[in-house]
């Protein structure tokens, strides 16, 4: 079979499969086993492709119609422009989270360059290694509950060459963190354990303690919100990604707990998902 045969075949094997984005899906996996650029494979549609390099290909695409996760495949995920390391210690990181990001930057970007900041629930890394490689003169912590997602998020900075940059700490919250931060930023856990049934098959391959926080699914996000105050100093800025519906009791909350300045912000789809804060 040539390149381009082995894409249109696995693009519709996808499509049965119900796999989003079938094309684009075939053409990453190949590219992967070919140790190319997906838009070198363009190039090359006329090839033949030896046994040796369709067999690889079959068992990842067996894989990915069963709904294993791409970047569990891939072995890595795009994020701000870096690569990061994803494996199924730590969820995959969304496009959303990669908005928080840029919205935290674009808002404060001179008031967070020198800054202490705390990405709480950090995952594989990719907030608080994005933020260091993004502010050479921040302090930036990362913490998790997870011990397989430090180490994961570890491995990540090492290879980004930021491990002097970013320290990754074991921590319920922010129970280990020290007071007088300049930023807190989050993306806990948000989703309802009542909603686990209608959660798409490759959700089911994150970790059950990066998905689910309580049967509302606010639960940690509550918590995170009253005990910031502890460890911001006055000023200091609360970031989060939240989930569907639940701006309102979570802008509630940080009214009731002298948060100022309070915003919220859209994601692409036009949902609320971002809060915006700062404390005393
Ligand atoms: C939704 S994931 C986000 C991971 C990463 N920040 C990202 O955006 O890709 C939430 C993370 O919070 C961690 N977590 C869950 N409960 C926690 C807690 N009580 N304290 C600290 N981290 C917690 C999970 O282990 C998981 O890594």
Redesign the pocket.
Known sequence: MTVLEVLQSTTVYFQKRNVDSPRLNAEHLLAHVLRRKRIDLYLEFERTLPESELAPLRELVRRRGSGEPLQHLLGTVEFCGRTFRCDKR??V??PE?EQLVELLISHFKSEIACSRMV??????G??ALTLAAEFPNAEVVG????ED?LMLASENAEQLGLADRVRFLR???LEAVQPGLDVIVA???YVSTEDRQTLAREVLHD?E???FAGPRGDE?VQKLIENGPSRLRAGGILALEIGIGQSESLLAALGEKNYRDIWTEKDYSGVIRFLFARYG
């Not at 990405?119 to 594989?124: E, K, R």
């Open positions: 730590a969820l990181p969304r989270t990405d709480v629930g950090t995952g594989s990719v907030i913490t998790d509950i997870s997602a921590s319920n919250l993306n806990l856990p970790p303690v990066a998905l940690l």
